[in-house]
């Protein structure tokens, strides 16, 4: 299994990969996002979700309670201290069914303690990315939409796998906008 380059992304991304994609990095003025040599930094949206203890929801995988949460949609959003917020990605990815992907934060977001999870992009799957932010501070941390936040890097395997996240129709496939947990 190895990491992709950049011309194997552009590749793949002009075939519909990545879409909406942006072939260079853009900078200027923002927190950076697009194409890089192993990697293609993903732009958050501006919807969030906000996690509040307004109603004293209990947090359960297994019983989600929508209730948790604010929702906002805006330029920019504060994520209170020690708190998380739920967003989603402004591209839509389609993963070849030999590929499956990581990503991690970027350093800007991350040496401001704010961090980004994102479970794998397992082969097949396709759909907006829900994303996991968490500002591990005790000062409110601003959120920026419309600009990166965080890294997709793409590894292609030796062979292409027997049950892609298609095939065994993955509760998260096709995602539309941000995605609660679910059995």
Do not use: H
């Not at 950049?6 to 075939?15: F, H, P, V």
């Not at 805006?74 to 990503?103: G, Q, W």
């Not at 934060?105 to 968490?134: D, Q």
């Amino acid at each position: 299994m190895s990491i992709k380059s950049d011309r194997w992304i552009r590749e793949q991304a002009l075939k519909g990969m990545i879409e909406p994609f942006s072939e260079k990095q853009v900078r200027e003025g923002v927190i950076s996002y697009g194409l890089s040599s192993y990697g293609y930094d993903l732009r958050v949206s501006n919807e969030f979700k906000i996690f509040t203890n307004v109603n004293s929801a209990i947090i359960d995988p297994k019983n989600f309670d929508e209730r948790s949460f604010v929702t906002v949609e805006a330029d920019s959003v504060i994520v209170p201290p020690n708190s998380f917020a739920l967003a989603r990605s402004i591209e839509y990815f389609r993963i070849p069914r030999d590929v499956l992907t990581i990503c991690v934060g970027k350093s800007t977001y991350a040496r401001c303690g704010i961090i980004v999870n994102v479970t794998p992009f397992e082969p097949e799957w396709e759909g907006y990315v829900t994303l996991e932010i968490s500002n591990t501070t005790p000062l409110p941390a601003k959120v920026y939409a419309n600009e990166g936040l965080c890294q997709i890097l793409f590894f292609q395997g030796d062979e292409p796998c027997e049950i892609s996240y298609a095939d065994k129709k993955g509760k998260y496939q096709n995602q539309q906008g941000i995605v609660l947990p679910k059995l």
